[in-house]
Structure formats: C-alpha cells, structure tokens
C-alpha cells in the first residue's frame, strides 16, 4: 500500500507545484496588464485597427527663386493675376511661441490672422486667456488679427467634460468667428493647429495658383519638444479650402488628396516646463496623464533631452514593421535647415526649439 500511495503522490506532484507557481504568476500578470494596458493594446493595433485609407500625394515642386508662373504650371495649375485672401483660422491654447513663428512666417501672405480661444480646457477646467493675456507680443499683426473667445463650461467637481464634444463645439464657434472676419466665396482658408504652420512658400504657391483643389490636406514635418527631434512626414490634419458657404471648420480626414513636404508641425514645443504641464492635463488626449509623477519638471526634462515619450507610450502605427521602427527615442538631428525663417533670424531667443537646446526652465 504505502509505496503505491507514495507513487501516487508524486505522480500528484507536478499539477500541484504548476498550481502553485500560476497562483503567484497569475497577480503579477493582473497587475502588469493593468499598469501597461494601454501599451500592450497599442502593441497589438496591426491586429485591431485598420489605417486610414491612404492618401493621394500631389508632388510638391519648389526651390528659391523660380518664378510662380513656372511653379503653378508645375503642379498643373496656371498663374493668377492676382492672389487669393488668405484667411487663417487656428483654435488656441497655449502655444504662444508657435503662434508668435506662424504669425511671423504668414504675415506676408495673410489677409486675416483668425484666432478662437475658450476660457476653459477641452476637458472643462477654467483656463488664462492666454492670448488676450499677451497680445502687445503680436503687435505686429495688429489689424489682421480678429480674436474671438468661447465661453467654456466648467465641469462639475469631480466630472469631466467630454474633451471631443467640447472641441467640435469650438470648431462650430470658428465657423461664426470666420464669417465676421469677413471671408468670403473664392477666398483661401487654413484649417490647423497653432503648432502646425505651412511654409510661406506653400501658401504663396496656393494663393497665386488657379486649378488648386477645394480641399486639400498639407503634409507635414513631424517634430516633437523642437526642431532637433524630427519624427516622421505623417502629420496630415492641416488643410486649406479654397472657401464656400458649405464650408465647415474641422480637423479632420476631409479629402483623399494631400500636398507634400508643406510646411512644420512642432508638438509640446514649449519654452517651459510649466506650459508642458498644462498642455498634458488640458487636451484631448488628458486621460493618458495616468500616473501623478508624469507632471514631474524633472521627469518631463529627463524625457525631452532624451526625445521620449511624456505619456509612456507606444507609437499610433498600424503594422508592426513600422511600429518596431519608430519603438524607442526619437534619434537626435544636428540640422537647422528648411526652417522657419524667424527662427533662424531669432536663433538665441529661441534657443530651445534648435539643435542642442533642450533645456528648458
Ligand atoms: C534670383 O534672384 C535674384 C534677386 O532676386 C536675381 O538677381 C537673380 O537673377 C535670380 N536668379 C535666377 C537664376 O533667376
Ligand atoms: C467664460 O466666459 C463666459 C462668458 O464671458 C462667462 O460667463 C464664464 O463665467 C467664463 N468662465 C470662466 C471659467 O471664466
């Protein structure tokens, strides 16, 4: 009897001890899931998501001192006699500097400098002016500039405002703002962010051009914290309408065609840290904020100089092959060329968006 029992119990053994090990397994497994969550998914969104359809690129042809007669017929066009009104439409948050480098490279070109901001966040916290608050910095653009502000609703404490709802209401507020700007039939509009700014010479190269297409995205240089952190040529949100009363100001997929190579699109560059934070907890994408210590100054220093990510996490790829590519820190660039003029022309006051100057204060 004993040696069969014994023979038993060690025939036992194995399921016991797997038990065992899954038992303690099993909390560490929960608790990696629930921390990295949203990584993991991220991970796996070749599997879950299908990409936007693709887009059609229209060639971009430019160099310094070509005349516009021969560049509109490059892309198929013909030479206006005279340019369309250009009208600039941007809902503003926080990004003064942006601002202050897209006013300056669109001055020339720009018949009104349209500029809506809310005195609430996306996600209804009540939020500075901050334009109002420092508008003799943009004295130079006084006369295009015609500003508008939103009144925000402030959630109720502990809630939050749905931050995309609050944001298409904005959009519909710029419709109204536009029309008493002025714009009209014929008429150019720039649908973007304040960080995404066309190169004038994209925007010269529209207005004078007759034959452009009603709706048309613009392909930006993708670069996040400053210029020295190039990230990739995805940026597509921007677009400009040659303007009619169907118009509607939006920010998203409107139109299969898109212009190459048009222009800059620089996320969280800001001069400092403080505004980092704002920017994190104040827009659409505030539930990524999951952790208090993300607000740290040094955490978000750390992260910058190293051209990481502040949220912790994955890049939005839709096949593994270029998720694995852009995994890891964006490599550094020692390039300063191809940038905004004003920019280069104000290189020590705006230090921390080119090679080298990622500390912030
Ligand atoms: C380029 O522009 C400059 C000044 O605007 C002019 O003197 C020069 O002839 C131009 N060069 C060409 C090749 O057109
Ligand atoms: C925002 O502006 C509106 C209209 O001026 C005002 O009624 C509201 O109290 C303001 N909200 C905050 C948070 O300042």
Not at 130 to 135: L, Q, T
Not at 143 to 156: D, L
Not at 222 to 238: G, K, L, Q, T
């Amino acid at each position: 009897m004993a040696p069969r029992s014994h023979r038993l119990s060690s025939r036992r053994a194995p399921p016991r001890f797997f038990f065992v090990i899954l038992l303690l397994l099993l909390p560490v497994l929960i608790f990696v899931i629930f921390t990295n969550g949203r990584k993991i998914s991220y991970f796996f969104r070749p599997l879950w998501d299908n990409p936007p359809p693709p887009f059609q690129h229209l060639p971009h042809y430019y160099a310094e001192n070509v005349s516009m007669g021969h560049l509109c017929r490059l892309h198929g066009w013909s030479p206006r006699s005279e340019p369309r009104r250009v009208f600039d439409g941007i809902i503003f948050s926080n990004e003064l500097d942006m601002l202050d480098l897209r006013w300056r490279e669109l001055h020339p070109f720009v018949t009104k400098f349209v500029i809506l901001e809310a005195n609430t966040t996306f996600t209804g916290k009540p939020k500075p002016l901050f334009y109002a608050a420092n508008r003799n910095r943009f004295a130079f653009a006084e006369g295009k500039i015609v500003h508008g502000v939103f009144p925000g609703r402030v959630a109720s404490r502990g809630s939050r405002e749905d931050p995309f709802i609050l944001e298409s209401q904005q959009r519909g507020a710029m419709n109204g703002l536009l029309r008493r700007a002025g714009i009209s039939n014929g008429d150019m509009l720039i649908m973007s962010d304040t960080d995404e700014i066309p190169s004038p010479h994209t925007v010269k190269l529209l207005q004078w051009c007759d034959g452009v297409p009603p709706v048309l995205h613009l392909e930006l240089r993708n670069y996040m914290y400053s210029f020295e952190f190039p990230v990739d040529y995805s940026s597509w949100r921007a677009t400009i309408h040659i303007y009619d009363h169907w118009t509607q100001y939006r920010h998203s997929r409107q139109a299969d065609l898109i212009l190459s190579d048009a222009g800059w699109h620089c996320s969280f560059c800001f001069r400092h840290l403080r505004e980092f934070v704002f920017k994190m907890t104040a827009y659409s994408h505030a539930d990524r904020v999951r952790r208090k210590d993300f607000m740290r100054h040094s955490r978000i220093q750390k992260l910058i100089c190293g051209g990481e990510d502040l949220f912790d996490m994955l890049p939005e790829e839709y096949s593994f092959r270029e998720l694995i590519k852009k995994m890891g820190p964006i490599p550094h660039s020692a390039s300063a060329v191809h940038l905004p003029a004003y920019l280069i022309e104000n290189a020590e006051k705006f230090k921390f968006l080119l090679p080298g100057g990622c500390l912030r204060s």
